[in-house]
C-alpha cells in the first residue's frame, strides 16, 4: 500500500510569487489533514478535508492561503501571494475514519525569499 | 484549550540502553487519543504509538512503549535498546475524541534524541 505522498519536496519562491504544494493521501482515506512546521515552533494543524469538504479549517492562517480536494483525493494547498512568514515545512497526514491513526507524508519544505 | 508539553529539547542515550522522552498534555476532555512520532532527518513523520484515554494498558510496539499515567497526565515514550538509527526527533501528540475537532492533532515541542555507539 503506498503511503502519503507530497510534492514537491522543496519549493523556494521569491516574495509575492504563487506556489501549490500537492497531497496524495493513502488510497481509501477520507480524512485529509494539512500540518505546518515554522521554524522552532510546534507543527500546527491547518485543515481537515472529509472526502471533498472542509471539515475544519480554523488553522488556516489567513486567505493567501487556499486548500482544494478536488474529487475527494489528493489536495492542493495555494499559498498567493507568499510571505516570508510562510517559510516552513507542510505536512500531508490521512486517516481513514478521524479517530483512526494519521499517516504523514514526508512534507514539503517552503522556503520564501 | 489543548497543550502538550515536551520539556526535553534533546536527549543523548548511549547505544542498547534504554531512554525516556517526556510529555505531559493538558485537557478537559476525558476521551482522547496520544500518539508518538518520530521525524529523522530525512523528514518523514513516522507513527510509532498510539495510547486511548480509556486503554488500561499501556501500549506496547515492539521496542517503544508508552508510559501512560492518566492522574498525571503524562504519556511518556521509553524506548528499549536503543539503536543507531533511533536518533531522530521525536514529537508526542494528543487528539481529543470527539467534537468539533474532527481529529486534529495537537504536537509538541518535539525531543532531539541522540543515540551514541
Known amino acids: 500500500e503506498a503511503g502519503v505522498t507530497q510534492f514537491p519536496s522543496h519549493s523556494v519562491i521569491e516574495k509575492g510569487q504563487t506556489v501549490t504544494l500537492r497531497c496524495d493521501p493513502i488510497s481509501g482515506h477520507d480524512n485529509l489533514y494539512w500540518y505546518r512546521r515554522v521554524m522552532g515552533k510546534e507543527i500546527k494543524f491547518l485543515l481537515h478535508?472529509?472526502?471533498?469538504?472542509?471539515?475544519?479549517e480554523s488553522g488556516m492562517p489567513n486567505n493567501r492561503f487556499l486548500a482544494e480536494r478536488t474529487g475527494g483525493t489528493y489536495s492542493t494547498l495555494k499559498v498567493q501571494p507568499a510571505e516570508l512568514e510562510d517559510s516552513g515545512v507542510y505536512f500531508c497526514?490521512?486517516?481513514?475514519?478521524?479517530?483512526?491513526?494519521?499517516?504523514f507524508g514526508p512534507g514539503t519544505r517552503l522556503t520564501v525569499l | 484549550a489543548q497543550k502538550i508539553t515536551q520539556t526535553q529539547p534533546g536527549m543523548f542515550v548511549q547505544e542498547k540502553e534504554a531512554v525516556t522522552l517526556d510529555c505531559t498534555y493538558d485537557?478537559?476532555?476525558?476521551?482522547?487519543?496520544l500518539f508518538w512520532y518520530k521525524q529523522p532527518s530525512s523528514g518523514e513523520m513516522i507513527f510509532l504509538i498510539y495510547q486511548g484515554s480509556y486503554d488500561e494498558q499501556n501500549a506496547t510496539e515492539g521496542r517503544y512503549s508508552l508510559n501512560f499515567q492518566k492522574a498525571r497526565k503524562s504519556a511518556n515514550l521509553v524506548i528499549s535498546a536503543s539503536q543507531l538509527g533511533d536518533s531522530a526527533m521525536y514529537f508526542c501528540a494528543m487528539r481529543e475524541g470527539g467534537g468539533t475537532s474532527y481529529g486534529k492533532l495537537t504536537f509538541g515541542q518535539g525531543t532531539i534524541l541522540t543515540v551514541h555507539p
Open positions: 485537557t478537559s476532555d476525558q476521551s482522547y487519543g
Open positions: 497526514a490521512s486517516s481513514r475514519i478521524y479517530l483512526d491513526t494519521q499517516y
Open positions: 478535508f472529509v472526502k471533498e469538504s472542509k471539515q475544519d
